[in-house]
């Protein structure tokens, strides 16, 4: 017997809590190759301000999506990654990443 699922089933609102906005996808795939520091982040997600990054990057660590390594040197140096949990939600993000490149031309074409 097959369950029918419900539309709380079907709910992508928790993931979406998670990654929703404009930066915070962007942000996962680039800590998905490996720790960042802030500057670079910075360079390689286009178009964000320091501050919304600063912003992003604070609620996906109290999320405990990404983790902060600041090591004792001068000038401070901090690093971001991905913890456990933020790798297994960019590794469930992926498929959605490779549908979207698939179907970005057809998307865009439609009327909205």
Do not use: N
Request: net charge neutral; glycine share 8%.
């Amino acid at each position: 017997m097959v369950r029918r699922q419900s539309a709380a089933d079907c709910d992508l609102g928790v993931a979406r809590a998670f990654i929703g906005g404009r930066w915070k996808s962007a942000i996962l795939c680039e800590l998905y190759a490996g720790p960042v520091r802030f500057g670079e982040l910075r360079r390689r997600v286009r178009g964000v301000s320091e501050k919304i990054l600063f912003e992003q990057l604070w609620e996906l660590e109290a999320a405990g999506v990404v983790g902060r390594a600041v090591f004792d040197e001068v000038p401070p140096k901090e690093e971001y990654s991905l913890t456990p949990t933020g790798l297994t939600l960019a590794q469930a993000a992926h498929p959605l990443v490779e549908w979207g490149l698939r179907h970005a031309a057809q998307v865009s074409a439609e009327p909205h």
